[in-house]
């Protein structure tokens, strides 16, 4: 490798990041911020790649608003076609959170220009040596080669032919085509010479992968090529930072380094002392990268889709923090170490901090007890059984269904045994607890299987809605369970689109069911969920179906409120704003949109202000059903990654605002009533959330804001008219006030120098001090410290505003370290602080602990 064109820039990750944008910039690439992890696309669980994003381009959904564009964008693969999760921590380059270097050219610039700004880059600009590359294309792809050979000057030796390993495809279906890739050769310590297609996986390395998107992979297996060929480039950040800092895995790695040294603290086992330990640390540090990404994001650790793959990641993390010793929460500590590497290069880590420490700490916190429980139990079962044989199915079964051990974590650890689980054994134990979990219900009431609601759809298809017409109607019982009722027609709104589902009463001559929700079961099949007050609903009966119609009206406020509030956030900030999920109940409404930074106060204000506006002019509502085809051509926007069938309904909120809605709806915009924005903020990466209120609620917020405001003009004796003058003129007392204080408090503690440097043994001074703030205490360790007699001054305190606080301060002819005087100190009152060898402050969050501390940092001084 020779020397990088900028060496005061690289080899950092940061470095490597900027001048990779700066590189494409310059060659008229728009630098595009990295999308977020949850990705629009609803054939994908995560953020896979540069170019999902950008995919309504490639496919021609959307023009693309520049002909190329480079970005840095952050990725994960764990779950679906794209799963690199179990090679995390036992290969050199495997990842569950990456980075992807891309650009893109939307129908621009192709194949020959692609790969001499590839080429150029990784030569000129990262300085490798060429000798050391090699390339790679498709078998088909003869252009490609040429190109490589005769316009960008590879000797034809290093160029090799690929069949599938050289054609790639984001999913199943969506955009694809034939791709080349970069091959850095680490030498032959790491294995056999050949190239990429014949040497030693570990010996050649891809680097560069440039996709010649030229077609789309449909659902009947057709292909058709795009609207125009285009480039789609991914560069692993993480895998070119290996090779440009010489070492030989991305672990080894500049910021890996930094977090395995920090779960090497941690966990007080150094990296390097085992393979076992090296791959239990490397999956934490892995895994605490993609879940602190991901919870910023807006995942959340669930049992469905994209939460459960989380929830299994920090599983995965908390399970190997255990096989290390770690007894206390490690995830945390790791979220903070990676948002104190990444936080300046992902900005949304650092304002999302406090929520991803809390998500993670309850999640291990959980864990931890099932893991406790379930290990003893595991282990005790695979006492009897040697290497090579099976864990029985019931065992197995027994542990995920009572103590709620995941069946995938039984098997990873059996495996570790060379252990295989009796798969077939526990599914036979599932049928037969769901098959008597199905008999009980039959006696006690309880919820619909799966099954029991098919057999009600295949028997009677699927629920007739009327809650459009009527709040109230009869209907015919066609199943009841005690906890599910399923009727022929109903009134009641199902929770789909945002919206929540209705409640009210079903009543009939044998019983009285409370509805608390309904939700859809399966194809259109309504289930209410009830509480029985008395009697029994019977199957073939009649009930008298009631919604509880004061609600619905202002679940139908707040539902037209968020095409509105939509429609007025796309005429403010632009038409790339786009709706990606909302939460519409009777109490308040909210939007999740795309969008790349915070709102303004002026820009809430003029969203506020187009969306009254159309109240006020009180326009008529239209909402009915067509085809999708007609909807399209009346301009109707859907949402994308929605599905949507042949027939559709259509909102026409007056003249702005017209959507594709299955929902409840007000008759005309003015019975919306006032609408009021309540918050606005980030749950990830260009998605922004707003909630706000209609109808009645505002008012009510102007009136409790009024009674505040009264309040609060009485407290500082002015008119209400006066009250910010007034609060202002006592802030200002109060802070000159707290001024003077501070002054005489650090007065008065400076005085008690010669007190506590009287108390000095062989020259250290370690003692609590009451009343002091931490700034007083500083000072006053200083004051000590140039005492006669005094060469170590430790001093700390339990501060007004809370916590802990701890000073060392040394002459300079002690011999000692400040900061390595109160480094164990610090664990031990829960926090830390930066270190000066003079004077050092450290702070924490457990003031309780402060002796124990005191007691640490005096010993090390004595021993120094």
């Known amino acids: 490798m020779t020397a990088a064109s900028d060496p005061e820039s690289l080899p950092t990750a940061n470095g490597v990041r900027r001048a990779f944008v700066d590189f494409f910039g310059g060659h008229g690439h728009h630098h595009e911020a990295s ?33 190329r564009a480079v970005t840095v964008q952050k990725c994960v693969r764990a779950g679906g076609k794209h799963n690199d999760l179990d090679e995390v921590g036992r290969t050199s380059r495997h990842l569950t959170f990456f980075e992807m270097l891309g650009n893109f050219s939307f129908g621009d610039y192709f194949k020959s220009e692609a790969c001499a700004f590839a080429w150029e880059f990784v030569t000129a600009n990262l300085g490798l040596d060429p000798e050391r590359l090699w390339i790679t294309v498709h078998v088909s792809d003869d252009e490609a080669e040429a190109i490589w050979r005769d316009e960008v000057g590879v000797p034809a030796e290093r160029i090799q032919r690929l069949d599938e390993e050289n054609y790639w495809r984001m999913a199943d279906t969506g955009p694809c085509g034939p791709c080349s890739e970069i091959f850095w050769d680490k030498g032959p310590d790491f294995g056999e010479d050949g190239g990429p297609a014949h040497g030693g996986d570990e010996r050649f390395i891809e680097i560069w992968n440039l996709v010649f998107m030229q077609f789309e992979q449909h659902d009947d297996g057709s292909m058709t090529s795009l609207p125009a060929p285009s480039i789609d480039t991914g560069a692993g950040l993480e895998r070119i930072l290996s090779v440009l800092e010489g070492v030989d895995s991305v672990w080894e790695t500049e910021e890996f380094s930094r977090l395995l040294g920090r779960i090497g603290e941690l966990s007080g086992v150094p990296h390097g002392s085992s393979d076992r330990t090296d791959v239990s640390q490397r999956i934490l540090a892995d895994h605490a990268r993609s879940s602190t990404f ?19 990641i920090i599983r995965r993390a908390v399970r190997h923090a255990w096989l290390l010793g770690v007894q206390d929460p490690i995830m945390p500590e790791l979220v903070d170490a990676v948002v104190g590497i990444m936080g300046s290069d992902y900005p949304e880590l650092e304002r999302n901090h406090a929520y991803v420490r809390d998500v993670l700490d309850r999640e291990e916190a959980r864990f931890r007890e099932t893991l406790r429980t379930g290990l003893a139990i595991l282990d005790d079962a695979l ?63 309880g919820t619909a299987t799966a099954g029991d609601l098919r057999a009600v759809l295949e028997a009677n298809g699927p629920t007739e809605f009327v809650g459009r017409e009527e709040e109230e109607g009869d209907a015919t019982v066609l199943f009841s369970d005690g906890g599910v009722v399923v009727l022929d027609r109903t009134p009641f709104y199902a929770e789909s689109g945002g919206q929540i589902g209705d409640t009210g009463t079903l009543v009939s001559g044998s019983g009285t069911a409370r509805v608390v929700d309904t939700t859809l079961a399966l194809d259109g099949l309504h289930q209410h969920h009830v509480e029985m007050v008395d009697g029994t609903l019977e199957v073939g009966g009649v009930v008298r179906a009631t919604i509880d119609a004061d609600r619905r009206a202002a679940i139908r406020r707040n539902h037209t409120g968020t095409h509105l509030l939509h429609s007025a956030l796309r005429r403010v900030l632009g038409d790339h704003v786009k709706q990606q999920g909302s939460y519409v109940g009777p109490d308040r409404l909210r939007i999740h949109f795309s969008h790349f930074e915070a709102l303004t106060a002026e820009q809430v204000v003029a969203v506020e202000d187009l969306a009254n506006a159309d109240v006020l002019a009180n326009p008529a509502c239209r909402h009915y059903e067509t085809t999708k085809e007609e909807a399209e051509q009346a301009g109707a926007i859907a949402f994308f990654g929605d599905k949507y069938g042949d027939l559709v309904r259509v909102l026409e909120a007056g003249p702005h605002s017209t959507e594709l809605c299955g929902g409840t709806h007000v008759a005309a915009l003015g019975d919306i009533g006032p609408l009021k924005i309540v918050s606005e903020g980030s749950i990830g990466s260009n998605i922004r959330r707003i909630e706000a ?44 006030l707290r001024r003077e204080l501070d002054k005489w408090k650090r007065r008065v503690a400076l005085g008690r120098a010669d007190e506590l440097a009287a108390t000095a043994a062989d020259g250290v001074v370690a003692t609590l001090v009451d009343d002091i703030d931490r700034d007083g205490l500083r000072d006053l360790a200083m004051a000590v410290r140039d005492r006669d007699g005094v060469r170590v001054a430790i001093l700390g305190t339990a501060p007004e505003g809370g916590g802990a606080a701890l000073v060392a301060a040394v002459t300079p002819d002690s011999g000692l370290d400040a900061g390595a005087l109160v480094v164990d100190a610090a664990k031990t009152i829960g926090g830390g602080g930066r270190s000066n060898p003079e004077v050092t402050m450290v702070g924490g969050k457990a003031p309780e602990h402060l002796a124990d501390a005191l007691e640490q940092a005096r010993a090390a001084a004595h021993a120094g």
Request: hydrophobic fraction near 40%; charged fraction near 30%.
């Open 294 to 312: 991901l919870i910023s994001d807006g995942v959340f650790p669930s049992n469905y889709d994209r939460g459960y793959v989380l929830r299994r």
């Open 35 to 67: 999308g977020s992890l949850i990705p629009h696309d609803p054939t994908l669980l995560f953020t896979v790649a540069g170019m999902v994003q950008f995919k309504p381009y490639f496919v021609g959904e959307q023009p693309a608003p520049w002909p």
């Open 383 to 445: 006492d009897g059984v040697d290497e090579g044989g099976r864990l029985d199915g019931d065992v197995a079964f027994k542990l995920h269904d009572t103590y709620g051990f995941p069946l995938e974590l039984t098997e990873e650890i059996t495996a570790e045994r060379g252990v295989e689980v009796d798969l077939e054994g526990f599914r036979v134990a599932m049928a037969d607890q769901q098959q008597r979990a199905r008999a009980a219900r039959k006696e006690a009431g």
């Open 693 to 736: 209120v209609t109808g009645t609620a505002p008012i009510d917020r102007l009136r409790a804001a009024e009674v505040t405001l009264d309040r609060a003009a009485d407290l500082v004796g002015v008119p209400v008219d006066d009250v910010l003058d007034g609060v202002q003129k006592r802030v200002d007392e109060v802070r000159a």
